[in-house]
């Protein structure tokens, strides 16, 4: 008896010791994943800040302006569109010559005005069609640095390469040294990158556009895909008979929901553009594709928050007599929109990501003009980063760094949207 005990014993305290360490490796692997996610993720962080960061920097170049009336409004009417249409490039390169006498040569002068960026006379021609009294006077302006310029001063250009394997002479570089030691060249905050819309020039481009027509696109998803869903999701949890035609409505939501986004680009190049005619490029329809994209979605979002609503709560308002739609939107639905509307963000978080259907049905255009309605033709941030990322430009990667820090700070925004909304409205049974 006492042998059979003890031989019981050592085998149970065997199994355990090889529980624990099983237990032990278990947990190990389980923190090993975490931390190379962890690492992951702030190598990913490190790197799209380290290139983005220098983007909300821009160079300009101060210069003493002289813009003369007579060349620049002969009329004299004053008029902003005729302004808007004026040569300011003139004064600009005068500037630049009075700034540099020394330099005679053609081809130095020509390096000289290439420091500018193509888009200063535009930028100093709408700054004298809003202030007309700016003619006939002398004043600094801050003019706008060429992409190679700004490049250099944030460090993204070596001194020690040789002269042939940059774009930039050993002259420019001699002219950028003095105008940084007399304090005329200055890295403000660069605004124009939110509030400008996309340019050739890297120097000038900026996101204003693909986040409107972003905004515009989720506008649109949202105000066809969320009453659709929630209705759909009503429908399947409250009323639907339990056959197989609905089993069968069921697995195909399922399936939509994995199905590749690409296909539902396909399915609205087929659809909305070839057979309705709609726009090409336009807010409309990338807001139709998104929200056939994103319905399955937030159909499973929902369906999972109604039948989250415990039975009790429908039989105590049955039994005071409330009907069956009594019963789901007095009572079923408003516990169950917390997890509707966390599900429908969710939705809206991952369509706001979407690129390849966008592509399909034309958004991939170089817009320029900022979208003012649903039809106009527009672009969307991810789609404005896929557009950057394959310009050979140098000043471009910072520009699709910067602007990818821009879309994750929406996606945060959203998520933690929800993750506030799940909280603050949670009803704990």
């Known amino acids: 008896m006492t042998d059979t005990s003890a031989a019981t014993r050592a085998r149970v305290a065997a199994t355990l010791k090889r529980r624990y360490r099983t237990e032990r490796i278990f947990r190990g692997l389980g923190l090993a994943a975490v931390v190379l996610s962890l690492l992951a993720l702030a190598t990913l962080l490190t790197d799209v800040v380290g290139k983005g960061y220098s983007a909300f920097r821009q160079t300009y170049i101060t210069l003493e302006i002289t813009l003369d009336p007579a060349a620049l409004d002969p009329t004299g009417q004053r008029d902003p569109a005729e302004l808007l249409r004026s040569d300011t490039q003139t004064p600009l390169r005068d500037a630049l010559r009075n700034r540099f006498p020394d330099v005679t040569s053609t081809a130095d002068r020509r390096a000289l005005y290439q420091l500018l960026s193509p888009s200063a006379p535009f930028i100093l021609a709408q700054a004298v069609a809003d202030d007309p009294s700016l003619l006939g006077r002398t004043f600094r302006f801050a003019a706008l640095a060429n992409d190679e310029v700004d490049t250099l001063i944030k460090g993204s250009i070596s001194r020690d390469v040789p002269e042939d394997q940059r774009r930039i002479t050993d002259k420019q570089i001699?002219?950028?040294?003095?105008?940084?030691?007399?304090?005329?060249?200055?890295?403000?905050?660069?605004?124009?990158?939110?509030?400008?819309?996309?340019?050739?020039?890297?120097?000038?481009?900026?996101?204003?556009?693909?986040?409107?027509?972003?905004?515009?696109?989720?506008?649109?998803?949202?105000?066809?895909?969320?009453?659709?869903?929630?209705?759909?999701?009503?429908?399947?949890?409250?009323?639907?008979?339990?056959?197989?035609?609905?089993?069968?409505?069921?697995?195909?939501?399922?399936?939509?929901?994995?199905?590749?986004?690409?296909?539902?680009?396909?399915?609205?190049?087929?659809?909305?553009?070839?057979?309705?005619?709609?726009?090409?490029?336009?807010?409309?329809?990338?807001?139709?594709?998104?929200?056939?994209?994103?319905?399955?979605?937030?159909?499973?979002?929902?369906?999972?928050?109604?039948?989250?609503?415990?039975?009790?709560?429908?039989?105590?308002?049955?039994?005071?007599?409330?009907?069956?739609?009594?019963?789901?939107?007095?009572?079923?639905?408003?516990?169950?929109?917390?997890?509707?509307?966390?599900?429908?963000?969710?939705?809206?978080?991952?369509?706001?990501?979407?690129?390849?259907?966008?592509?399909?049905?034309?958004?991939?255009?170089?817009?320029?003009?900022?979208?003012?309605?649903?039809?106009?033709?527009?672009?969307?941030?991810?789609?404005?980063?896929?557009?950057?990322?394959?310009?050979?430009?140098?000043?471009?990667?910072?520009?699709?760094?910067?602007?990818?820090?821009?879309?994750?700070?929406?996606?945060?925004?959203?998520?933690?949207?929800?993750?506030?909304?799940?909280?603050?409205?949670?009803?704990?049974?």
């Open 174 to 429: 001699a002219w950028i040294d003095q105008m940084v030691e007399a304090g005329d060249i200055t890295t403000p905050f660069n605004w124009a990158f939110f509030t400008g819309g996309d340019s050739r020039d890297p120097e000038s481009a900026g996101i204003l556009g693909a986040a409107v027509g972003s905004a515009l696109t989720l506008a649109v998803a949202l105000v066809l895909s969320f009453p659709l869903a929630v209705a759909a999701a009503i429908y399947l949890e409250e009323f639907a008979p339990d056959n197989r035609w609905t089993y069968l409505i069921e697995v195909n939501i399922n399936n939509l929901a994995a199905v590749p986004s690409i296909i539902f680009g396909l399915l609205g190049l087929a659809v909305f553009l070839n057979f309705f005619g709609l726009p090409r490029s336009a807010p409309l329809v990338g807001g139709l594709v998104l929200a056939l994209m994103t319905l399955p979605v937030i159909i499973i979002a929902a369906r999972g928050a109604i039948n989250a609503v415990p039975p009790s709560i429908r039989e105590a308002a049955m039994g005071i007599g409330a009907s069956p739609i009594q019963v789901v939107f007095h009572h079923v639905a408003p516990l169950a929109l917390p997890g509707i509307m966390t599900g429908t963000i969710i939705g809206m978080a991952r369509a706001l990501g979407e690129t390849a259907p966008l592509l399909m049905i034309g958004m991939v255009a170089f817009i320029v003009d900022v979208p003012r309605g649903v039809t106009d033709a527009a672009t969307v941030l991810p789609v404005q980063i896929f557009l950057w990322a394959d310009s050979s430009e140098r000043a471009f990667v910072e520009r699709t760094a910067a602007a990818t820090l821009v879309l994750l700070g929406f996606l945060l925004l959203m998520n933690a949207t929800a993750v506030y909304l799940r909280r603050r409205f949670e009803v704990r049974y």
